[in-house]
């Protein structure tokens, strides 16, 4: 999808600076390192959108971005570092929980994961959550031009296998190829047009 139009709304570190809601929004998360920020900026076609490759461990901060004034992105901040310590994990969970369990506009996350790694347990526990908290989640594995075909189709599979009871749709892409991004697009407009 070409879009006209994208741009930085508000970045939120505590549940008091979450803009108000009005428009649809699709959230997208992650692990560090999946390429969510490239993914973000390959769907709305700007390169600085979202900043790619992101210091770890640094402030954390949900992004909210309007696109073409109908819709918009939410850019959680990523999960998953080994080093992070524990009270940055437990502000991760307590900002992204508390906006993803008072978000009526909310229409779907987006779980990002590679294709090459699949679901780890991060990952499951998200879509745990989310199931848990009746809130749909796309699961888009991402870098699928770092495998060779094959090899590709036989990640998809596994990863569809792995996740067949809490994601709908498990789309495959990469950012760096754009392939598999406009299917990443139909699966969120598709959400964003079902009634909520
Ligand atoms: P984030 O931390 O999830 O926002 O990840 P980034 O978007 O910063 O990407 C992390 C690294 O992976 C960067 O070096 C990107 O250039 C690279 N990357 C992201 N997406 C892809 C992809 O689809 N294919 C390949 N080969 N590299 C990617």
């Not at 139009?5 to 570190?13: E, N, S, Y």
């Not at 008091?16 to 649809?24: C, L, N, S």
Request: hydrophobic share 45%.
């Amino acid at each position: 999808m070409q879009t006209h139009g994208a741009r930085f709304l508000a970045g939120a570190g505590d549940a008091a600076h979450v803009p108000p809601a009005r428009h649809p929004e699709v959230a997208f998360a992650g692990r560090s390192n999946v390429g969510k920020s490239s993914l973000l900026n390959r769907l709305v076609g700007q390169r600085g959108l979202a900043r790619v490759s992101k210091t770890p461990g640094r402030t954390q901060q949900i992004n909210f971005f309007l696109i073409d004034d109908r819709l918009v992105f939410v850019d959680l901040p990523g999960y998953g570092f080994a080093r992070v310590p524990l009270d940055v994990k437990r502000q991760w969970k307590h900002l992204v929980e508390g906006y993803l369990r008072h978000r009526p506009a909310l229409r779907a996350v987006v779980v990002l994961v590679d294709l090459r790694r699949g679901l780890e347990a991060e990952d499951v526990a998200l879509l745990d959550f989310l199931d848990a908290h009746r809130i749909t989640a796309i699961l888009v594995a991402t870098k699928a031009d770092k495998l060779a075909r094959g090899h590709r189709l036989q990640c998809a599979r596994a990863l569809k296998e792995a996740a067949r009871e809490q994601a709908g749709a498990v789309v495959v892409c990469s950012a760096t190829t754009g392939d598999g991004v406009a299917d990443v697009w139909r699966a969120i407009l598709e959400r964003c047009d079902a009634p909520a």
